[in-house]
């Protein structure tokens, strides 16, 4: 069976849709930011899969805007783990459910 | 205009109203003590007097000459208010024997009321009173006169009630003012009519005054506007009403009796020289408009004719010696009447001759006879009743000569002042009406024969009163005497007589008829014959009674009663006064409806604004509404603002779902 792009775009909606549902219903902060990372990984497929079966695969787009994407998405997972131990050390938990102070 | 240009025809004679103002606002400010106060009113009077004097020399000669200053007091909507002053021998002989007679009075008062701690309040009154007497003899404006005569009515007021914690003499001060107050609101009609006929309030201004030919003929030429009167005749009807008010003319008479229940000196002044003057003064100063029509002229002489006779019959049945005079002004008033009004019909403007020559001659007498009276009561200790009197012309020669000096001249007898005056009125009624000589004649008679009346019981027999009787003070006796001599003295002028007669009216006035003077020697001698006849060997005394009482014991009573007058008033008046209190009252009960009903319905309106729009309207559904609609509306928010992160997540992603599904909805 020969793998096309549709094959390569569910399984970029499925991972997507994984990390969509993760990020909205677990508890965990840093599961929620792993899921994060998920969609983001959903999209670089993606992008990857878009370039891999485009009109002209020898211009390298497709990879340079996914290391792009992965340098910012460390970035930001840095900046993510340091919010999640400054919220450890404030309130003693990572359990979203007991961190209500954004509507004050 | 220049208060102090003397070198002005006529400019000057405003202050001879002024002197007696400074003094009054002197005293009224400053209240320095009672001999202060009487310095300072007699100096003014004195400079009054000179200026006066002056005013008389001027126009002594010059008779027909009429000078004038007027300048324009206010400007409104149009029309200019002109005041002004003017001399004419009017003028000058009015000015000269009103400061003349006032200043003795003055003089007079300083002793009669040295021992009243109010002294200086009544010089002030006093002083106030000349300002009104003095400023209409010069006003040469109906208004200005008009406002004198008001300043008179209301110092007489004053002066009247000036002892007002006597119950009569506060009643008395109340009757003269609104009585006054009566005939005053017909002068005000008459002035006002005639500034609505002319356009001008100015008696004399180069030919287009009131009383000037030009507007004198205008104002006549209008036949029939008034009781088939015309204009002249129809304003002159209203300002003789002022005249009758203020000179106790039949009708509005009743005033001027009670108001001797002020000191003596006011009486002599008021009733004597000035204020009753007044209205005689207004009538021979508008004299032009009553001659303008002859109908005038016959009420007037009626009016003083019936006046003089009913005066002259109630002063016969009356016991008190200042009340004797005050009929007796009366009554000399309404003979002056006759004399302008029976005047002005024989002689046309030489009428004013003749009535105000009676009423200078009677100012110098009646002045001394008050003033005699007072100087008599206050020496038998304040008794005034004449019963309680006699045997006191042994003990006041001064006083009692010179009350009988005045006594004669007011019964005209042959060659005094009185006799002179009271002649010519006589001549003129003789030409002018019939029945009215007769009147007249038999008012002079009754005269003469109540002065002989009073005299007997005043100066004969033994003294019947309480204490001894004494002799007053110099200070007292002096103006006395003086006036004395001029009471008798005036008739000596004989040859300068018919001179002052033409010098009054500026024309000339000659009237003789031997029949009527024959008639005026009987009456003058028979009425003081007829007097001593009936009272001079009587018993008198409180317990006798009255000779003429034994005779006519009705008719006397009703004499006694002053024939009813004050009776009919307050039968007629006072009952018509009742009536309309009662219909006031009635009104007012309705008006009280009324405005409760009002009250009710604005109230109804209010709360309906209060609960409906305002409460219900503005708060509730605006204002108060919003604001639970908002917080309402945030009570759903709310529940969105809740603080749980993945909440906002997942409305973020429900709402990012919905833009694409509706993305792919409108935009295939």
């Known amino acids: ?104 | 205009m220049n208060l102090f240009n003397f070198t002005d025809s006529v400019g000057w004679l405003m202050w001879v109203p002024i002197c007696p103002l400074i003094a009054g606002v002197f005293l009224a400010l400053l209240k320095p003590s009672g001999r202060v106060s009487a310095f300072v009113a007699i100096a003014a009077l004195a400079v009054s007097l000179i200026l006066s004097l002056k005013a008389f020399a001027m126009t002594w000669g010059h008779e027909a000459q009429i000078e004038t200053h007027n300048f324009t007091w206010m400007h409104i909507g149009g029309v200019d208010l002109e005041f002004g002053m003017v001399l004419n021998a009017l003028t000058g002989s009015m000015l000269a024997m009103v400061s003349l007679i006032g200043l003795l009075i003055f003089i007079y008062s300083w002793s009669y009321m040295s021992h009243d701690d109010r002294m200086g309040r009544f010089f002030c009154y006093l002083s106030i009173f000349m300002v009104g007497m003095l400023g209409l003899v010069v006003a040469n404006s109906l208004l200005l006169f008009f406002m004198f005569w008001e300043i008179v009515g209301l110092a007489s007021y004053l002066l009247i009630g000036f002892w007002f914690q006597k119950p009569s003499a506060a009643a008395a001060a109340k009757k003269a003012f609104i009585t006054t107050r009566i005939g005053d609101l017909g002068f005000l009609i008459g002035l006002l009519w005639a500034f609505k006929a002319t356009g001008t309030f100015l008696l004399f201004d180069n030919g287009s005054g009131i009383l000037e030919t030009t507007q004198i003929a205008a104002l006549a030429a209008s036949e029939n506007v008034m009781f088939g009167m015309n204009t002249a005749g129809a304003i002159a009807l209203f300002l003789f009403i002022g005249a009758i008010g203020k000179s106790g003319q039949l009708p509005l008479h009743v005033w001027l009796p009670d108001a001797m229940e002020g000191p003596t000196p006011v009486s002599a002044l008021i009733h004597a020289a000035t204020m009753v003057a007044a209205g005689v003064f207004l009538v021979a100063r508008a004299f032009p408009l009553f001659i303008a029509d002859l109908a005038m002229l016959e009420v007037v002489a009626w009016f003083g004719a019936f006046t003089t006779l009913f005066a002259a019959l109630v002063a016969v049945g009356q016991y008190d010696i200042k009340r004797i005079l005050a009929y007796s002004t009366v009554s000399q008033l309404g003979l002056m009447m006759v004399g302008l009004g029976a005047g002005g019909l024989a002689l046309k403007e030489g009428g004013i001759s003749i009535g105000m020559f009676h009423l200078l001659t009677h100012a110098f007498f009646k002045a001394l006879l008050f003033l005699g009276a007072g100087s008599i009561i206050h020496g038998c200790n304040d008794e005034q009743d004449v019963r309680l009197m006699g045997g006191v012309f042994s003990k006041m020669k001064i006083s009692s000569i010179a009350y009988l000096a005045g006594t004669i001249a007011l019964c005209a007898f042959p060659f005094t002042s009185g006799y002179f005056s009271k002649d010519q009125i006589l001549l003129s009624a003789w030409t002018a009406s019939g029945p009215i000589f007769w009147i007249s004649a038999i008012a002079s008679l009754l005269t003469a024969f109540y002065m002989t009346r009073q005299c007997c019981y005043v100066f004969l027999g033994k003294y019947r009163g309480k204490g001894h009787v004494h002799e007053s003070s110099p200070i007292m006796t002096v103006p006395l005497v003086i006036l004395a001599v001029f009471a008798v003295a005036l008739g000596y002028v004989s040859e300068h007589f018919y001179h002052i007669l033409d010098y009054l009216s500026g024309v000339h006035v000659h009237q003789h008829e031997s029949i009527v003077v024959i008639i005026s020697w009987i009456i003058a001698l028979g009425g003081i014959g007829l007097g001593l006849l009936v009272y001079a060997r009587a018993k008198l005394g409180i317990d006798e009674t009255d000779p003429v009482k034994k005779v006519f014991p009705v008719p006397y009573r009703w004499l006694e009663n002053r024939l009813y007058a004050d009776e009919f008033y307050e039968a007629t008046a006072f009952k018509l006064w009742d009536v309309l209190a009662i219909l006031i009252t009635v009104l007012e009960a309705i008006m009280n409806q009324l405005v409760d009903f009002v009250t009710v319905v604005v109230r109804n309106i209010g709360s309906f604004f209060l609960n409906t729009i305002d409460k219900r309207v503005i708060d509730e559904v605006s204002f108060d509404g919003t604001c639970s609609r908002i917080y309402n509306s945030s009570q759903i928010n709310k529940l969105i603002q809740n603080g749980f992160l993945q909440g906002y997540l997942r409305l973020l992603t429900g709402g990012a779902v919905l833009i694409g599904i509706l993305l792919i909805v409108f935009t295939r």
């Open chain 1, 1 to 104: 069976m020969e793998i096309t792009l549709n094959h390569y775009l569910i399984l970029s909606a499925v991972l997507f849709t994984i990390g969509l549902i993760g990020a909205l219903t677990r508890r965990h902060i840093i599961i929620m930011l792993v899921c994060l990372e998920i969609m983001l990984n959903a999209a670089n497929l993606n992008l990857i899969a878009f370039w891999h079966f485009g009109p002209n695969p020898i211009l390298l787009h497709g990879p340079l805007f996914t290391l792009f994407t992965i340098a910012i998405a460390a970035t930001e997972a840095a900046l993510g783990l340091a919010l999640v131990l400054a919220i450890y050390r404030h309130f003693k938990t990572v359990d979203l459910e007991q961190v209500q102070d954004l509507k004050e």
